[in-house]
């Protein structure tokens, strides 16, 4: 099936591993040009490497999506490599879990920002490129935990924030046929959940307790990304999909 994602280009932030790795490479294997940013400068060049192996066209760019500088050079860099921007997934993002009573202010702070500051500074620098267009994806990686997790105040509170920025940006954007959605994974395994104290715990939990009784993947992730991105999903904007094999409120 044509995705109409050929020569689309794409920033997926946070794509060196996991599931933003996992959407680079499917966007890639659509015929999208990718690029691969990233915190971790060793892992994009592997990713990027891996890439191009396949016949991707794909670049690799050092970024931290809370720094508005180095957001803006990668907005400018995007610019000046390809001409344009269609495609941007709000990916970074990470977990810091405490009791709130326990939470340290920088645990607060880092996560809040990487996922809320970090996804606005990116939409801000993406959107006059799709707007010059008048074609555009914003796609916002959230989580099941924007229900709520013991232990994930911080989290939570940011990912459910991400769903109150995807819908007001779907309002404000739709004149231009940009749309704006949101993926509320499950329990996807990846080096981040693999890294958790309570990864064992969790995943017997989950195997126990999902109507599929699997873990995701990053690839079930990367198929909703494809999907959201593509012409098929031209009238979808606004919507938050949660792809959790069924799990839903705990
Ligand atoms: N894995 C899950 O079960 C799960 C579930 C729900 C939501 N999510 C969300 O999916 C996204 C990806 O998670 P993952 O499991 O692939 O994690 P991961 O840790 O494997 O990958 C995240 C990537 O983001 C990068 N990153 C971190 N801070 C950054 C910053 N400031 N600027 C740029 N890049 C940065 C990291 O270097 C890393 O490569 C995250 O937003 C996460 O909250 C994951």
């Not at 959407?23 to 040009?33: N, P």
């Not at 990027?48 to 016949?55: K, P």
């Amino acid at each position: 099936m044509d995705m109409g994602l050929q020569g689309r280009v794409v920033v997926v932030t946070g794509s060196a591993r996991g599931i933003g790795k996992a959407a680079v490479t499917a966007l890639a294997r659509e015929g999208a040009k990718v690029v691969v940013t990233d915190i971790d400068s060793s892992a994009i060049d592997s990713t990027v490497s891996e890439l191009r192996a396949e016949g991707a066209e794909a670049i690799g760019l050092v970024a931290d999506v809370c720094d508005a500088q180095q957001v803006q050079s990668l907005g400018d860099r995007v610019k000046t490599e390809f001409g344009r921007l269609d495609i941007l997934v709000n990916n970074a993002g990470f977990t810091r879990d405490k009791y709130l009573t326990k939470m340290a202010d920088q645990e607060w702070d880092s996560v809040v920002n990487t996922i809320l500051r970090g996804a606005y500074l990116m939409t801000k620098t993406a959107l006059p490129m799709m707007m010059e267009r008048k074609w555009g994806r914003v796609i916002n990686i959230s989580s099941r935990a924007h229900l709520g997790n013991p232990g994930q105040t911080n989290y939570a509170a940011a990912k459910a924030g991400l769903i109150g920025f995807t819908r007001s940006l779907a309002l404000e954007q739709g004149k231009f046929n940009i749309t704006a959605n949101a993926i509320a994974p499950g329990f996807i395994e990846t080096e981040l959940v693999k890294a958790l104290p309570t990864y064992e715990r969790l995943r017997d939990a989950a195997l126990a307790r999902n109507p599929l009784p699997r873990l995701g993947s990053p690839e079930d992730i990367a198929n909703a990304i494809v999907f959201l991105a593509s012409d098929r999903a031209g009238y979808i904007t606004g919507e938050t999909l949660h792809v959790t094999g069924g799990r839903y409120s705990s």
